[in-house]
T-cell receptor, first 111, second 115 residues
Framework: NAGVTQTPKFQVLKTGQSMTLQCAQD?????MYWYRQDPGMGLRLIYY???????DKGEVPNGYNVSRLNKREFSLRLESAAPSQTSVYFC??????????FGPGTRLTVT | DQQVKQNSPSLSVQEGRISILNCDYT??????FLWYKKYPAEGPTFLIS?????DKNEDGRFTVFLNKSAKHLSLHIVPSQPGDSAVYFC??????????????FGQGTTLQVKP
């Protein structure tokens, strides 16, 4: 099992560019999540998907969109990147309330 | 409004001694708490959890204590080892979150264990 995989690992964008962060899990989990981690802010939830076909906003959804393509895949899209979106992005999946499994992260810099 | 707070950004302890990491929460609907550990350039990994029906849960060198009246939990690591040096996140899940598994995380505490 690969667990939770994320691509790319690193990305540099110019302000206004768009990109999609990809996430896949092979653990047959129903729920998937996108977080961003910034210094002193911990992990903040951007969007989550409780099950295939559903998505909901988290704490910091502005400037992002998501797609739950199927049970395995959950992508995060930045339509027009801004320097404030410079961060490390983590995808996670969960079978229940009992805990989440995280991917290795994508380090995004917006100049 | 920070519902889960880790007020100590960093902690330094000597190898072999006890590390105590603290976490406070404000939402009385939280009924399940978790600790995650994160090494640089890796994703967080689950460490230990506790349900609100308990006040203590132990797993090897790691023990989590929950004080519901004070809305406070702590993670004890005994004895601390250099490999424990990492960022530790406290997280909470609310009753009524159903099967979403949604968590609220604290800001994290960086633990350094000196040899």
């Amino acid at each position: 099992n690969a667990g939770v995989t994320q691509t790319p690992k690193f990305q540099v964008l110019k302000t206004g560019q768009s990109m999609t962060l990809q996430c896949a899990q092979d653990m047959n989990h129903n729920s998937m999540y996108w977080y961003r981690q910034d210094p002193g802010m911990g992990l903040r939830l951007i969007y989550y998907s409780a099950s295939e076909g559903t998505t909901d906003k988290g704490e910091v959804p502005n400037g992002y969109n998501v797609s739950r393509l199927n049970k395995r895949e959950f992508s995060l899209r930045l339509e027009s990147a801004a320097p404030s979106q410079t961060s490390v992005y983590f995808c996670a999946s969960s079978p229940s309330r009992q805990g989440q499994y995280f991917g290795p992260g994508t380090r995004l810099t917006v100049t | 409004d920070q519902q889960v707070k880790q007020n100590s950004p960093s902690l330094s302890v000597q190898e072999g001694r006890i590390s105590i990491l603290n976490c406070d929460y404000t939402n009385s609907m939280f009924d399940y708490f978790l600790w995650y550990k994160k090494y640089p350039a890796e994703g967080p990994t689950f460490l230990i959890s506790i349900s609100s029906i308990k006040d203590k849960n132990e797993d090897g060198r790691f023990t989590v204590f929950l004080n519901k009246s004070a809305k406070h939990l702590s993670l004890h690591i005994v004895p601390s080892q250099p490999g424990d040096s990492a960022v530790y996140f406290c997280a909470a899940s609310a009753r009524g979150s159903g099967n979403t598994g949604k968590l609220i995380f604290g800001q994290g505490t960086t633990l350094q264990v000196k040899p």
